[in-house]
């Protein structure tokens, strides 16, 4: 895939990452990238920084991006990417992440390393890899017109204490009825994100599977569940508080309840940009330093 023009996607950043961020986008226009820069975060970067990017336009929207750009650059922390991957999937361009927030398995290039990562680039030594998404279907069009997530959806109790009543159906089948605090299914990109939090189990990003998670079950015997991503899932939500939050990715919704909802895999991919030297298990070895003695 021959890249050309990247569009830039950010969140608003601090003094400090200013000078990194200048040195980015001088290291794109010298190797002859034409840039695109989401339009709220030119204008953060122009009226908080005083910066203007060199570019070559602005987008806002994902039609604006169909064959104007091949990568979606994200700028911030896993957050960030979620939002670019909403923008970047409709438009099947594949995303790449520069960690410039916190903990980051998405943007899982450091600033430190963004120089090479670029060089990679320009050289093609890169691959794209699929990564599967969740599709979330109900009768008042949850999450439109994006209702797909790379992560995770879940369902919590809302503002009240009451906890929440999943009864979880598999391809038809009555699987249980959870009463917890919530309920997440993850992909396998996702398995390190909430349900990682939750007590769920670490997937490798491309298996054909995701997770069922419960948050704070009532029942002890209710642990986390894998199931293949062919699999049609129907969740019917109750709660004593009429109230419950939803969430998919970074995006939340607070709907009444009783309600249903179908969760099944996305008919399509988001392919995720890893240049030639990263991997996920050098990602978990660093971020969740495995095989450190913190003790030393």
């Not at 598999?170 to 299914?185: F, K, M, P, S, W």
Request: aromatic share 8%.
């Amino acid at each position: 895939m021959a890249i050309n023009t990247i569009a830039i996607y950010g969140r608003p950043v601090s003094a400090n990452a200013l000078v990194a961020l200048r040195g980015l986008f001088d290291l794109l226009r010298g190797h002859g990238f034409d840039l695109l820069v989401h339009n709220d975060f030119a204008e953060h970067l122009h009226l908080q920084h005083g910066y203007t990017v060199p570019m070559e336009g602005v987008f806002g929207a994902s039609d604006e991006l169909r064959h104007r750009a091949q990568l979606v650059l994200s700028l911030g922390g896993d957050g960030t990417f979620l939002s670019a991957a909403s923008l970047a999937g409709p438009a099947q361009i594949p995303v790449m992440g520069i960690n410039f927030g916190n903990l980051g398995f998405l943007a899982n290039v450091s600033q430190a390393d963004m120089s090479q990562a670029v060089e990679m680039l320009v050289r093609g030594r890169y691959r794209v890899e699929p990564r599967s998404l969740l599709e979330v279907q109900s009768g008042d069009g949850l999450f439109a017109p994006f209702p797909y997530g790379l992560n995770d959806f879940s369902v919590q109790k809302g503002a009240a204490a009451a906890m929440v009543s999943v009864t979880a159906y598999v391809n038809g089948e009555q699987l249980c009825t959870y009463r917890a605090d919530g309920l997440i299914v993850a992909t396998p990109t996702g398995s390190t994100a909430y349900s990682l939090a939750a007590g769920g189990p670490i997937m490798t990003p491309s298996m054909a599977a995701f997770v069922l998670s419960p948050v704070a079950p009532h029942t002890l015997t209710f642990r986390p569940l894998v199931l293949p991503d062919s699999t049609e899932l129907r969740l019917e939500v109750e709660s004593r508080s009429r109230q419950v939050l939803l969430t998919l990715d970074s995006r939340h919704l607070t709907r009444p309840a009783p309600l249903s909802i179908i969760i099944r895999r996305a008919p399509f991919n988001l392919g995720v940009v890893c240049v030639e030297e990263a991997s996920f298990f050098k990602s978990l070895r660093g971020k969740l330093f495995w095989g450190a003695d913190k003790r030393d």
